[in-house]
């Protein structure tokens, strides 16, 4: 079992729905990061949080320390989402990441 | 613009042959770290630095190897380019546990 997992693996939207995709944790974290890749390209940063809510546009990053759980949120989805969106965190006194294994969106027009 | 630039961002081998990479940043971070990614796998680290000189050996260091000379720069070395390293590699760098940036991957084919 990773430590750190998401659900759904795979998830596909019509346009304008509200997609929301989760991130679990067992391990201590001191903060959590949510990443994007769109197909063939980069990894960008979305958030990092340690701690309550952030808003980014249309995006919405939350955070449960307590629950070990955090949820990242995406209003009004557009077929420009579409990408592969990854929770990663570092462990609790280590600068090095453990990685989720990621969320295939796919919005479709 | 700050951030981390790799080169190349494609290349073809053929197996055997040697080759390196290389991450440059500009944010003064003092961690940098190199992955691959491969389909269905999620990102494996392969070596890391925590500071100019200094390397350290990730989940999956067989077959590369790593040198930090300036703080800037992380060098990803391929001695003798096998098939299963087919990947797509980045780099990334961090100011201690405070968020990565990522660079924009190389695409590496061994044929």
């Known amino acids: 079992k990773n430590e750190v997992e998401q659900s759904p693996q795979n998830l596909t939207a019509q346009e304008g729905e509200f997609i929301t995709i989760n991130c679990s944790y067992s391990?201590?974290?001191?903060?959590l990061h949510w990443l994007q890749q769109h197909p063939g390209g980069g990894i960008v940063s979305l958030f990092m949080?340690?701690?309550g809510k952030k808003k980014h546009g249309r995006l919405i990053a939350t955070i449960n320390i307590q629950e070990k759980h955090s949820s990242l949120h995406i209003t009004a989805s557009h077929p420009r989402d579409s990408a592969v969106y990854i929770c990663?965190?570092?462990?609790?006194?280590?600068?090095?990441?453990?990685f989720g294994t990621g969320t295939r969106l796919k919005v479709l027009a | 613009n700050a951030g981390v630039t790799q080169t190349p961002k494609f290349r073809v081998l053929k197996t055997g042959q040697s080759m390196t990479l290389l991450c440059a940043q500009d944010?003064?971070?003092?961690?940098m770290y190199w992955y691959r990614q491969d389909p269905g796998m999620g990102l494996r680290l392969i070596h890391y630095s925590v500071g100019e000189g200094t390397t350290a050996k990730g989940e999956v260091p067989d077959g590369y190897n790593v040198s930090r000379l300036k703080k800037q720069n992380f060098l990803l070395g391929l001695e003798s380019a096998a098939p299963s390293q087919t990947s797509v590699y980045f780099c990334?760098?961090?100011?201690?546990?405070?968020?990565?940036?990522f660079g924009s991957g190389t695409r590496l084919t061994v044929v």
């Open positions: 990663a965190a570092p462990g609790l006194g280590t600068y090095k990441y453990i």
């Open positions: 949080l340690s701690s």
């Open positions: 990334a760098s961090s100011y201690a546990a405070y968020g990565y940036t």
């Open positions: 391990v201590g974290i001191s903060a």
């Open positions: 944010m003064n971070h003092e961690y």
